[in-house]
């Protein structure tokens, strides 16, 4: 019965480690695959303007006969980043306020500031490009116009909008033109639509 019982006891033991060798022969030639997850999440950013142009014009002798006068630096450029995410497009508006004097006596009366052939140009960007009007005419205290526009699916990521030297110009009629310094505000507007 001892016999009997070793006899068995051995056989139960052989087979456990038969099974056992050929599980890890196998799991050795089989491949082993699974699955995991990329993410990524996006949250809406901001439409800002990062920055606008100032317009210098010079200082210039009174000859009765100049009335077109260009600006002294040789870019001007106005940067606008969307990040919104949404591709909802926008654009801006400019507006040319009424001109005050310092160091004279009568501030200029009729002013017109003409920007024309600005560039688009994307930072980091791809998308499709924002449209810059042209010509720009800003008359002082005149109405709002319309400087660029991003249509919808336009204009995403951050762009620079440039006006070279020779494309941005001061019209003064001569009866206009009064000694001193002379400044108005221009006030450039972000909407949110194209």
């Known amino acids: 019965m001892k016999q009997r019982r070793k006899i068995v006891l051995t056989t139960i033991l052989t087979v456990i480690m038969v099974l056992a060798f050929a599980s890890v022969a196998m799991a050795a030639g089989t491949a082993d695959t699974d699955t995991s997850n990329a993410s990524i999440q996006f949250t809406a950013g901001n439409l800002e303007l990062k920055a606008v142009p100032a317009l210098d014009f010079g200082q210039h002798a009174i000859d009765n006969a100049t009335v077109d006068f260009g600006m002294t630096t040789d870019t001007a450029t106005l940067q606008v980043a969307d990040a919104r995410g949404s591709g909802a497009g926008w ?21 017109t500031i003409t920007l ?79």
């Not at 110009?169 to 009064?178: K, L, W």
């Open 91 to 111: 654009k801006v508006m400019a507006q040319l306020g009424a001109f005050s004097v310092a160091n004279g006596t009568t501030p200029i009366g009729s002013a």
């Open 116 to 194: 024309t052939n600005g560039a688009p140009a994307g930072v980091g960007t791809t998308d499709t490009a924002p449209v810059v009007s042209t010509p720009i005419t800003l008359a002082a205290n005149g109405a709002s116009t319309q400087v660029v526009s991003a249509a919808l699916n336009s204009g995403r990521g951050t762009w620079n909008m440039v006006w070279q030297k020779a494309n941005a110009s001061i019209n003064i009629p001569v009866a206009s033109q009064q000694i001193g310094e002379h400044t108005a505000t221009l006030t450039w507007t972000l909407e949110d639509s194209p």
